[in-house]
Nanobody
Framework: QVQLVESGGGLVQAGGSLRLSCVIS????????VGWFRQAPGKDMAFLSA????????GYADSLKGRFSISRDNAKDTVYLQMSSLKPEDTAVYYC??????????????????WGQGTQVTVSS
């Protein structure tokens, strides 16, 4: 059983920063990449970033323009998403997701096998 638990969301003013964490338990069952997605009210789920199991490759959505950074600490079974220069339009529920098998980075949500419950990020203007 693989479980993902996100934390670190909250309320922040525009221009501020947050670091989201995704703790993965049951990690022995998966060696695949981990991705971050978000879903804003009334909008579809959107890909943000992904990282391979050993961290040697990362990918980002073009729309982020360098404001977000993904990293991982395998000793803690944790993947992070550092977010800076936050804007009101970044308000959304943020999810981490993991793929079961080693594979290329993907921005397609249906290719991820395991999902967390999400953490709310609210950016005030």
């Amino acid at each position: 059983q693989v479980q993902l638990v996100e934390s670190g969301g909250g309320l922040v003013q525009a221009g501020g920063s947050l670091r989201l964490s995704c703790v993965i338990s049951g990690r022995a069952f998966t060696r695949g990449p981990v991705g971050w997605f978000r879903q804003a009210p009334g909008k579809d789920m959107a890909f943000l970033s992904a990282i391979t199991w050993n961290g040697d490759r990362v990918g980002y959505a073009d729309s982020l323009k360098g404001r977000f950074s993904i990293s991982r600490d395998n000793a803690k079974d944790t993947v992070y998403l550092q977010m800076s220069s936050l804007k009101p339009e970044d308000t959304a529920v943020y999810y981490c997701a993991a793929r079961r098998e080693p594979s290329d980075l993907s921005d397609r949500m249906w290719e991820y096998n395991y999902w967390g419950q999400g953490t709310q990020v609210t950016v005030s203007s």
